[in-house]
Each structure stands twice: as structure tokens, then as C-alpha cells.
């Protein structure tokens, strides 16, 4: 395991020091969902541009995975290295390098995901888009 974890880091170091000397964006983990979603899909209007990169890209994982044969996948624990892995190369701008379907199990991405959503400042189901909540419930 540590020499799986060690040759990928050795790939994602290097580009990841020239990036975050050259990054002034911030973090996705924290940062408003309204702002994030805006900036990753700048001047792209379709009904995928409204949802989280993110929450997307875990989504899809999960579901490549099987994730509905999987018992407990929000209560089982994930390995915390892992999740933590995934959580830093997101922060730096590399969502889309990761191949999260492969290389992560269900329950380190059902942890990020539970990360995510519980680290953002605002409600997932804003004030903002109460009417437009109502109507999709009827």
C-alpha cells in the first residue's frame, strides 16, 4: 500500500508544486458553491454546468463502483489518507487528473462527498432557490 501511495505522489508532486506556485484561486473545500460551480463553468450553459464539478465527479465514481450494492457507504468510514489524498489534489486544482472510479473505494468517496457538502458555508438547498425547490418537489 505505502508503495502505491509513494509512486503516486511522486507523479503528482512535481506538477503540483509548479501549479500551486502559480495558483491564486481558492480552495474548492469551503469555498461557496454558487461561486465554484460559476467559475468551473464560465460561459457553458447546460444542465451539467448547474452541478458541482466535484459532487459530479464523486458521483460518477461511486456509481462506477456499484455503490448502490454497497451497504453503508455514508456510515462506513473511509481511510482518512485517502480521503485526504483526494480532498488536497481537488484543492490544488487537479479534479480532473484523478481517476476516482480506480483508484479510490466507495466509502473514501462517499467520505469526501460528506466532506464537501458539510464544509460549505451556505446551505446545499439555498434560501436563494426556494421557490425553484417547491416546484420540483410538485
Known amino acids: 500500500y505505502h ?3 509513494l509512486k503516486r505522489l511522486e507523479k503528482i508532486i512535481p506538477g503540483a508544486k509548479d501549479s500551486m506556485a ?4 481558492k480552495p474548492v473545500f469551503g469555498s461557496s458553491l454558487n461561486e ?3 467559475m468551473q463553468n464560465s460561459g457553458v450553459s447546460s444542465p451539467q454546468s448547474l452541478v458541482s464539478p466535484v ?3 464523486l458521483v460518477e465514481a461511486m456509481c462506477k463502483q456499484g455503490v448502490f450494492a454497497e451497504e453503508g457507504i455514508f ?3 473511509g481511510s482518512r489518507v485517502k ?3 483526494i480532498l488536497y489534489a481537488i ?3 487537479y479534479l480532473e487528473n484523478l481517476d476516482l472510479a480506480n483508484e479510490f473505494d466507495v466509502h473514501c468517496l462517499a467520505g469526501v462527498l460528506k466532506q464537501y457538502i458539510r464544509e460549505l458555508p451556505d446551505s446545499i438547498l439555498c434560501n436563494d432557490l426556494y421557490d425553484a425547490w417547491i416546484n420540483a418537489i410538485k
Do not use: E, F, H, P
Not at 22 to 25: D, F, I, P, T, V
Open 3 to 5: 508503495r502505491q501511495v
Open 22 to 25: 502559480s495558483y491564486n484561486k
Open 36 to 38: 465554484y460551480v460559476a
Open 55 to 57: 459532487i459530479r465527479k
Open 75 to 77: 456510515r462506513v468510514a
Open 83 to 85: 480521503m485526504n489524498c
Open 91 to 93: 484543492n490544488a486544482g
